[in-house]
């Protein structure tokens, strides 16, 4: 284990953040990091129009077409559950 977090190799590490991320932590300073999940598997959904690929890192950009909602979900983002209900009442 690496005493100074700070030099660790594999760093600097940061929070999960967006949809494919989880929480992990590095073998080699044993500091609080992510790790991507499954394929298939979120925490909460997209933003109804994200734009990035279904599988990508950090937070979901707006601007795109969406896409089709993942096979399983773990957990639901507040934030973006009440812009996909938004989205759903706008009329067409």
């Not at 499954?38 to 990508?56: A, I, K, N, Q, V």
């Amino acid at each position: 284990m690496i005493s100074d977090r700070s030099a660790c190799p594999k760093g600097p590490h940061r929070p999960p953040e967006g949809p494919n991320e989880d929480l992990a932590q590095c073998a080699e300073c044993w500091s609080p990091t992510y790790a991507m999940r499954p394929e298939g598997e979120t925490y909460g959904e997209h933003l109804p129009d994200c734009s990035l690929p279904l599988r990508h890192e950090s937070y979901c950009q707006p601007g795109g077409s969406g896409h089709p909602p993942a096979v399983k979900v773990r957990g639901y983002w507040p934030a973006a559950e009440h812009q996909a209900r938004l989205a759903a009442e706008e009329p067409s």
